[in-house]
């Protein structure tokens, strides 16, 4: 398989590559970012552009009915924007966060995976967007790719537009020769080892409509 085959993202990660750096960490041209969201909107995937940080936490906010309850998907880019924080307000919504750690530490697997598939609102972010509308999502335990596939009532995307690339191999390259050298860094300092891709999600299309909602922000965040 080529490179830019999904098995080739499955590689363990190599060092960062410059050329890497140039090609998928800079933002997206106006033309392609516009290409992309018409292609997103078309496959049912609603899409909101914005420019600032505070304009992307309020888009992300305005769509999650008080009181709901809210998983929010492990991502830098949530932590950059305060997201993980804000999502986590009691007073607004029912965060079930703590409740998977609580779970996790009683060893109770079985509650903590049905409990943390399908809650009323999921909130992530993605690894490569296609200018045909197409979403890339890498992940080592696949604990967030239920909900997102299926099992949460509404999915809302942060993500920055530098995620936006040609295709589906170009989408498969940015995991493998930039996000993955990076999260491998961030979980070496975190955890003391490296991070790996064991399940890559692709959606091409959203069946129910308003399902998935994209915020792009115009801001090198995540990975």
């Known amino acids: 398989m080529s490179a830019a ?8 990660p190599g060092p ?31 899409t909101t552009v914005v420019s600032t940080r505070a304009e992307a936490v309020q888009a992300v906010l305005d769509r999650i009915p008080s009181g709901s309850e809210v998983l929010d998907a492990p991502s830098q880019t949530l932590v950059a924007l305060g997201l993980d924080v804000a999502l986590a307000d009691p007073a607004r919504f029912h965060d079930i966060r703590a409740e ?25 972010s ?12 890498a992940s080592a335990t696949g604990s967030q790719l239920a909900p997102y596939v299926s099992g949460a009532g509404k999915v809302i995307w942060v993500a920055g ?14 995991v493998q020769e930039y996000t993955l050298p990076r999260e491998s860094e961030r979980a ?33 965040l995540g990975f």
């Open 16 to 46: 960062s590559d410059p050329a890497a750096i140039l090609r998928f960490g800079e933002l997206a041209s106006e033309e392609r970012l516009r290409t992309a969201v018409v292609a997103l909107e078309q496959n049912g995937i609603s």
């Open 5 to 12: 085959s999904p098995a080739a993202a499955l590689r363990s």
């Open 126 to 137: 993605v690894h490569a967007i296609t200018e045909k509308g197409q979403v890339v999502i």
């Open 100 to 124: 998977l750690m609580r779970l996790r530490e009683e060893k109770k697997s079985d509650a903590q995976r049905k409990l943390g598939a399908s809650p009323d609102v999921i909130v992530g």
């Open 161 to 174: 537009t530098q995620k936006i690339v040609a295709d589906l191999d170009a989408a498969f390259q940015r």
């Open 188 to 220: 070496m300092k975190a955890y003391g080892f490296p991070s790996f891709v064991a399940k890559l999600l692709v959606v091409n299309r959203e069946f129910t409509p308003g399902r998935i909602h994209l915020v792009l922000i115009r801001e090198n």
